[in-house]
């Protein structure tokens, strides 16, 4: 499985952006496809999550500002960011989940500035 991440840029505070994560390859039907986080601590933490079947979990402090969202007949996987904040400035990777593999996406630098 490969995973290509696009979407991010420079964005004001408040503003919105769109990340988009396409998956191919030899894809399981049962999977977990998630967005990761790597800011200024330079640790890679975990955003949102969405699994085959739809069941989607935030953490606390994206709730109700990102929206994670998957097409698997495409393969897909998006990530709303609305009300952006300077601290969700960093580098997003996109992950897929399956079995015991676990692949990444090259990641897409989002800068928020004030």
């Known amino acids: 499985v490969q995973l290509q991440a696009s979407g991010g840029g420079l964005v004001q505070a408040g503003g919105s952006l769109r990340l988009s994560c396409a998956a191919s390859g030899s894809i399981y039907s049962v999977n977990v496809m998630a967005w990761y986080h790597q800011g200024t601590r330079k640790t890679r933490d975990l955003v949102a999550a969405?699994?085959?079947?739809?069941?989607?979990t935030y953490i606390d402090s994206v709730k109700g500002r990102f929206e994670i969202s998957r097409d698997n007949a495409k393969n897909t996987m998006t990530l709303q960011m609305n009300s952006l904040k300077l601290e969700d400035t960093g580098v997003y990777y996109c992950?897929?989940?399956?079995?015991?593999?676990?692949?990444w996406g090259q990641g897409t630098l989002v800068t928020v500035s004030s």
């Open positions: 969405i699994s085959s079947d739809g069941r989607a």
């Open positions: 992950s897929y989940a399956a079995r015991t593999t676990t692949i």
